[in-house]
């Protein structure tokens, strides 16, 4: 044992992340009466968004409000947070994790609820006005802005399936190709397109038009400008993954970035390392989030459970 390990301060569990998967990781742990530490770097993904839909009895909460909640819930508990950042750990018997302000804390399970960051594509104007008339998901935001003039700005072909989806909350939808070329276009992708309704504009979109603080149109290289009210677009997940790596989870790749491998529970294939919300995958609204980690945190409560016993045998 080192002496940085020595002279850390022991919990039985680390969350590393104060997220909805975090907190419902700490809520579990601390109801179970585990000695448990979160660590909330502060950066949830949903900030820019003024409201969360979907998530049954909390519909149209805001994320700082739904954040600040879970926080005096899990304290109730004696679970204790703390507004730093995990900037690396180790493992041997247990894990060691040093944080950003010096604070070397250690556990003997550790939970990676980090999220991901979204990536926009470099389009003037567009970062100003995401989670507000700039959206990337219809499940979370279609509804407010029902029958509203839809523009989709296209990344890759996948696009399409974007536009097709949003749909089904306008019938006034555009599809700006932007970097996509129109030869990219699948024969079903234009048949389907067509029987949705949905226009094609193509041409590289230079930026955005917006009137008294909101968004009146597209704008395209050329000068020319189309009047929409909201934009639909997909960011470029960018998962908040290198602890997991660096410990030695195994990761695969899929479409959506690099992610550990993972069981139903989120234990990794590092034994007591544990992944939850979008840290474990791309597709993790709120309220799945929220189930991963009351999941990871209830099979962590047995796995110390029995693993105390057998100890306690072994004896």
């Not at 040093?98 to 556990?107: E, F, K, M, N």
């Not at 939808?173 to 094609?200: I, K, N, P, Q, Y």
């Not at 008294?212 to 597209?218: A, E, I, K, P, S």
Request: proline letters at 4%; charged letters at 25%.
């Amino acid at each position: 044992m080192t002496e940085n390990t020595a002279l850390a301060d022991s919990y039985e569990v680390i969350v590393i992340g104060g997220g909805a998967a975090g907190l419902s990781a700490g809520l579990v742990l601390g109801r179970s009466r585990r000695r448990t530490l979160v660590v909330d770097a502060g950066e949830p993904r949903n900030a820019p968004a003024a409201h969360m839909q979907g998530y049954l009895s909390r519909d149209g909460m805001s994320p700082a409000e739904f954040l600040a909640t879970g926080r005096e819930e899990i304290a109730r508990y004696g679970v204790e947070l703390v507004r730093d950042r995990a900037v690396d750990a180790t493992r041997d018997d247990g894990f060691t994790v040093t944080l950003a302000g010096g604070r070397t804390v250690r556990a003997r399970q550790l939970v990676v609820a980090t999220g991901l960051k979204d990536e926009l594509p470099p389009v003037e104007g567009l970062a100003e006005r995401f989670g507000r008339d700039v959206l990337h998901c219809p499940y979370c935001h279609g509804w407010e802005v029902r029958d509203q003039a839809f523009g989709v700005l296209a990344t890759s072909p996948m696009s399409v399936h974007q536009a097709l989806i949003v749909t089904q909350w306008s019938k006034d939808v555009t599809l700006f190709l932007h970097t996509v070329t129109e030869a990219e276009l699948s024969a079903d992708d234009l048949r389907r397109l067509a029987a949705a309704g949905v226009r094609v504009v193509p041409g590289e979109v230079a930026g955005l038009v917006v009137e008294d603080d909101r968004l009146t149109g597209v704008r395209l290289g050329d000068g020319s400008a189309h009047a929409r009210e909201t934009l639909f677009v997909a960011p470029r997940a960018v998962p908040r993954t290198d602890l997991l790596a660096r410990l030695g989870a195994e990761m695969t790749e899929t479409p959506f970035g690099v992610y550990p491998v993972v069981d139903g529970r989120g234990l990794t294939t590092v034994p007591g390392l544990w992944a939850a919300g979008n840290a474990s995958g791309f597709a993790e609204q709120v309220i799945n989030a929220a189930s991963r980690g009351y999941r990871a945190g209830a099979a962590i409560n047995g796995e110390l459970l029995l693993n105390d016993l057998d100890a306690a045998v072994q004896v």
